[in-house]
């Protein structure tokens, strides 16, 4: 059993900037590098909505298109972190924001939300106009 733990979420002016961070659990004969992370939110009201996905190399990094080019997603398999930097947030990015992993290869299954096995507990981030 992987846990996650999301930390960096808070209260910020809008286009401010945060940076999320995704711990990841050591889990006996299996290394962090075997999973493909991804970053997902939900919004008061809205259905859940991927943010933004990495293969487990970092490779491959699908990001959402609406918020592209603010938000960049990485990982550091030495440290077991994968990160969510946002940049110029708005009050429409403010949302509950978890981190998730598969031990699927590939990111399409994450992407699609259909193959995740582990959820971290999220962390409220909130965006002031």
């Known amino acids: 059993q992987v846990q996650l733990t999301e930390s960096g979420g808070g209260l910020v002016e809008a286009g401010g900037s945060l940076r999320l961070s995704c711990a990841a659990s050591?889990?006996?004969?299996?290394?962090?590098?075997?999973?493909?992370m991804g970053w997902f939110r939900r919004a008061p009201g809205k259905a859940r909505e991927t943010v933004a996905v990495?293969?487990?190399?970092?490779?491959?990094?699908n990001v959402a298109d609406s918020v592209k080019g603010r938000f960049t997603i990485s990982r550091d398999n030495a440290k077991s972190v994968m990160y969510l930097e946002m940049n110029t947030l708005s009050p429409e990015d403010t949302a509950i924001y978890y981190c998730?992993?598969?031990?699927?290869?590939?990111?399409?299954?994450?992407?699609?939300?259909?193959?995740?096995?582990?959820w971290g507990q999220g962390t409220q981030v909130t965006v002031s106009s």
């Open positions: 998730a992993a598969t031990g699927r290869t590939g990111v399409t299954g994450m992407w699609s939300q259909q193959d995740i096995d582990y």
């Open positions: 990495i293969s487990w190399n970092g490779g491959t990094r």
């Open positions: 050591e889990v006996p004969g299996r290394t962090f590098s075997g999973f493909t």
